[in-house]
C-alpha cells in the first residue's frame, strides 16, 4: 500500500473513532457517568495542560519510564551478551533472572521505599526492576541462538572467544538486541 494511502487510511480510523465515540455518548448509548463525550474531554485537557501544570507532569514521567528503561538497558544488554555467549555465565546468573522475571514489579515497591526512599531513585528503580530481567533474557536468547556455523567458521579461522563474541555474536545478534529494545 502506498505511503499516502496508508497515512489516509490511519486518519480515516482515528475519525471513525471519534464519530463512534461521539455517537455513543452524544445519543445517550452510553451514560456520561462511564464515559464523557469528546468535546467535554478535549476541554477537560485543556484545562489540565493550561490551567493546572500537567505539561510538566507529562514531562516528569516521560523522564522517569526513559531514565528507567536506559539504566535497565545499560545493565541488561551486557548481562544478555554475557549469558548467551558463555554457559557457565548462564547456567549461573539464569536461574535467578527467570525467576525474579515473574516477580511484579510492584511487588518491590514496600523494598524500594525502605531502600530508597520516596523519591526519584525509588521510582526509576521500580522501572529498572520491571524490565531488567524481561530484557536480559530476551538478549540471552537472541545472542544464544546465533548461527553455529557462523562460530565455527570463526573458531576454524582462528579467532579467540573474544573476538567470536564482538566479531559474530554482536553483529549477528545486533538487528534483535534493537528490536527487543524497541518492544
Known amino acids: 500500500i502506498a505511503r499516502p494511502a496508508a497515512i ?3 486518519g480515516v480510523f ?3 473513532f471519534f464519530v463512534l465515540w461521539g455517537a455513543l455518548t452524544f445519543g445517550g448509548v452510553v451514560p456520561e457517568m462511564f464515559l464523557k463525550n469528546p468535546a467535554a474531554t478535549f476541554a477537560t485537557g485543556f484545562e489540565l495542560f493550561g490551567e493546572y501544570g500537567f505539561l510538566y507532569d507529562v514531562g516528569i514521567t516521560i523522564f522517569r519510564v526513559v531514565g528507567g528503561f536506559v539504566i535497565a538497558a545499560v545493565i541488561g544488554v551486557p548481562i544478555g551478551i554475557l549469558m548467551g555467549a558463555y554457559k557457565p555465565v548462564e547456567a549461573l546468573l539464569e ?3 527467570s525467576f525474579a522475571r515473574y516477580i511484579p514489579a510492584s511487588a518491590f515497591i514496600p523494598l524500594l521505599i525502605l531502600w530508597a526512599g520516596v523519591g526519584e531513585a ?3 528503580s521500580l522501572i ?3 524490565s531488567l ?3 536480559v533474557l530476551m538478549v540471552a536468547l537472541a545472542v544464544g541462538a546465533t548461527r553455529r556455523d557462523l562460530i565455527e567458521a570463526a573458531y576454524t579461522l582462528g579467532a579467540t572467544h573474544a573476538g ?3 566479531r559474530v555474536l554482536l553483529p549477528a545478534a545486533a538487528p534483535q538486541i534493537a528490536e527487543i529494545l524497541r518492544l
Open 122 to 124: 525509588q521510582k526509576l
Open 133 to 135: 530481567f524481561q530484557i
Open 14 to 16: 482515528f475519525a471513525l
Open 164 to 166: 567470536v563474541v564482538r
Open 95 to 97: 536461574p535467578f533472572v
Open 128 to 130: 529498572v526492576i520491571g
Open 8 to 10: 489516509g487510511l490511519g
